[in-house]
C-alpha cells in the first residue's frame, strides 16, 4: 500500500488516509472510507481541493476485502456476518444461542500480523442481536499471501466459533433429600427455575424423593421419559463422589460417567453423566444460590445440545475461580 495526494475531484473510489474533520471540529469523513461522487461534492462544498489517499498495490487486498473473507470462514451455526467501519467484521447472533471457541486456534490466528479476532467467552450465552466476535484488519489493506495463509488454516482446521441455537431447552429437575424430596424441592426451586430461564431454557417437569438408592433410579427413568435437554439433581447432601446415592444410581440406569470434579469454585463437586444423548448434572450446594457457579459455565452448551466433554470440564481451570 502506498500512500498520495490527489485532486478531490479525481479522488472516486479511492480510500481516505486519515480522517476529515470540518472547521468546527466535527468529523466529516472517516478514515478508511472509500470516496464516492457525493463525497466529492461534500469536499468540494468544504473548500478541500486535495485529499490524501491510499492505493493498492500489486499482490494486497483490501481491509474490508480480507475481513469478510475471514469471517465467513471464522463461524457457523446462528450468526450474520456485518461489514463495520475500519476494516471490521461483526459477528452478531441470530438466535438465543451458546457460542462455542476453538481457543488454540484463535491463538494461531491472533499470532498473525494482518487480521486479529475478538470473541465472547467460551460457552458463553448470547442473546439474538448480540454481539459475539470482532474480525479487524491491519490498516487499509493485507498482504494477499498472509490473508491466503489464514483462509488455508481455517479451511483445513474448522471454524473457530461455532453459534449453536438453543431450541426446545427443556430441563427436568430432581430433588433429592436424605429425610425428604419436598424439603430440596422448597430450598431450590425458586432458584433453579430462574437460572434455567437465564440461559433461555424452561422447566419441563420436576420430581422430588426420598435420597434412596432405588427412588433416585425410578424418578430418574420417569424423568428420561420427558425427553429433556438436560436433568438436573438438585440434592442437599454433598457427594463424596461417583460411589454415593446419586453416583451409584446413575450406574444402575446404565448412565455413562463423563466428569466428577470441576475446577470450577463454586461448584468443584460437579458430577456429569450421559444416559444415552442427555447429560444429567448432579452439582450440590449450586442450587441454594443465583451467584455464579459452574452451572452458570456448563448450563448454556448443554441447552444448546452440544455434548460437554470430561476434558472440556478440565479445562474449564483457567478463570474456573468465580468469586
Given at each position: 500500500m502506498r500512500a498520495l495526494t490527489v485532486d478531490v475531484q479525481k479522488s472516486a473510489g479511492r480510500i481516505l488516509c486519515c480522517t476529515i474533520f470540518k472547521a468546527g471540529g466535527r468529523k466529516l469523513l472517516a478514515k478508511g472510507h472509500t470516496l464516492s461522487d457525493e463525497d466529492?461534492?461534500?469536499?468540494?462544498?468544504?473548500?478541500?481541493r486535495q485529499v490524501w489517499v491510499t492505493e493498492l498495490e500489486e499482490g494486497e487486498v483490501s481491509e474490508d476485502e480480507a475481513v469478510m473473507a475471514v469471517a465467513e470462514a471464522t463461524c457457523c451455526g446462528s450468526v450474520e456476518i456485518r461489514l463495520a467501519a475500519g476494516?471490521?467484521?461483526?459477528l452478531i447472533?441470530?438466535?438465543d444461542c451458546?457460542?462455542?471457541?476453538?481457543?488454540?486456534?484463535?491463538?494461531?490466528?491472533?499470532c498473525t500480523s494482518s487480521v486479529v479476532i475478538a470473541t465472547v467467552p467460551n460457552y458463553r450465552y448470547t442473546q439474538a442481536g448480540e454481539r459475539i466476535a470482532t474480525i479487524k484488519s491491519a490498516p487499509f489493506a493485507v498482504a494477499r499471501a498472509q490473508l491466503e495463509t489464514l483462509?488455508?488454516?481455517?479451511?483445513?482446521?474448522?471454524s473457530i466459533l461455532q453459534a449453536r441455537p438453543i431450541?426446545?431447552?427443556?430441563?427436568?429437575?430432581?430433588?433429592?433429600?436424605?429425610?425428604?424430596?419436598?424439603?430440596a424441592r422448597s430450598l431450590f426451586e425458586s432458584v433453579v427455575r430462574g437460572r434455567v430461564e437465564r440461559f433461555g431454557g424452561n422447566l419441563r417437569y420436576s420430581l422430588a424423593c426420598l435420597e434412596e438408592e432405588d427412588q433416585v433410579v425410578r424418578s430418574l427413568q420417569h424423568l428420561l421419559r420427558t425427553k429433556p435437554a438436560s436433568i438436573l439433581v438438585a440434592s442437599t447432601t454433598a457427594p463424596a463422589g461417583p460411589e454415593d446415592v446419586v453416583g451409584r444410581a446413575l450406574v444402575r440406569l446404565g448412565a455413562h460417567v463423563e466428569?466428577?470434579?470441576?475446577?470450577?469454585?463454586?461448584?468443584?463437586?460437579m458430577l456429569l453423566s450421559y444416559k444415552d444423548d442427555v447429560p444429567i448434572v448432579s452439582a450440590p450446594c449450586c442450587f441454594r444460590s443465583p451467584k455464579p457457579n459452574v452451572l452458570d459455565l456448563i448450563l448454556p452448551p448443554i441447552l444448546a445440545k452440544y455434548r460437554i466433554s470430561g476434558w472440556e470440564i478440565a479445562c474449564l481451570g483457567h478463570g474456573g475461580l468465580l468469586n
Amino acid at each position: 500500500m502506498r500512500a498520495l495526494t490527489v485532486d478531490v475531484q479525481k479522488s472516486a473510489g479511492r480510500i481516505l488516509c486519515c480522517t476529515i474533520f470540518k472547521a468546527g471540529g466535527r468529523k466529516l469523513l472517516a478514515k478508511g472510507h472509500t470516496l464516492s461522487d457525493e463525497d466529492i461534492r461534500l469536499l468540494e462544498t468544504e473548500g478541500m481541493r486535495q485529499v490524501w489517499v491510499t492505493e493498492l498495490e500489486e499482490g494486497e487486498v483490501s481491509e474490508d476485502e480480507a475481513v469478510m473473507a475471514v469471517a465467513e470462514a471464522t463461524c457457523c451455526g446462528s450468526v450474520e456476518i456485518r461489514l463495520a467501519a475500519g476494516g471490521r467484521a461483526n459477528l452478531i447472533a441470530t438466535h438465543d444461542c451458546c457460542t462455542l471457541v476453538d481457543d488454540e486456534l484463535l491463538r494461531q490466528i491472533n499470532c498473525t500480523s494482518s487480521v486479529v479476532i475478538a470473541t465472547v467467552p467460551n460457552y458463553r450465552y448470547t442473546q439474538a442481536g448480540e454481539r459475539i466476535a470482532t474480525i479487524k484488519s491491519a490498516p487499509f489493506a493485507v498482504a494477499r499471501a498472509q490473508l491466503e495463509t489464514l483462509l488455508s488454516m481455517l479451511t483445513e482446521r474448522g471454524s473457530i466459533l461455532q453459534a449453536r441455537p438453543i431450541r426446545e431447552p427443556g430441563v427436568a429437575v430432581l430433588y433429592t433429600d436424605p429425610v425428604h424430596g419436598d424439603r430440596a424441592r422448597s430450598l431450590f426451586e425458586s432458584v433453579v427455575r430462574g437460572r434455567v430461564e437465564r440461559f433461555g431454557g424452561n422447566l419441563r417437569y420436576s420430581l422430588a424423593c426420598l435420597e434412596e438408592e432405588d427412588q433416585v433410579v425410578r424418578s430418574l427413568q420417569h424423568l428420561l421419559r420427558t425427553k429433556p435437554a438436560s436433568i438436573l439433581v438438585a440434592s442437599t447432601t454433598a457427594p463424596a463422589g461417583p460411589e454415593d446415592v446419586v453416583g451409584r444410581a446413575l450406574v444402575r440406569l446404565g448412565a455413562h460417567v463423563e466428569r466428577f470434579l470441576a475446577p470450577v469454585e463454586p461448584g468443584n463437586l460437579m458430577l456429569l453423566s450421559y444416559k444415552d444423548d442427555v447429560p444429567i448434572v448432579s452439582a450440590p450446594c449450586c442450587f441454594r444460590s443465583p451467584k455464579p457457579n459452574v452451572l452458570d459455565l456448563i448450563l448454556p452448551p448443554i441447552l444448546a445440545k452440544y455434548r460437554i466433554s470430561g476434558w472440556e470440564i478440565a479445562c474449564l481451570g483457567h478463570g474456573g475461580l468465580l468469586n
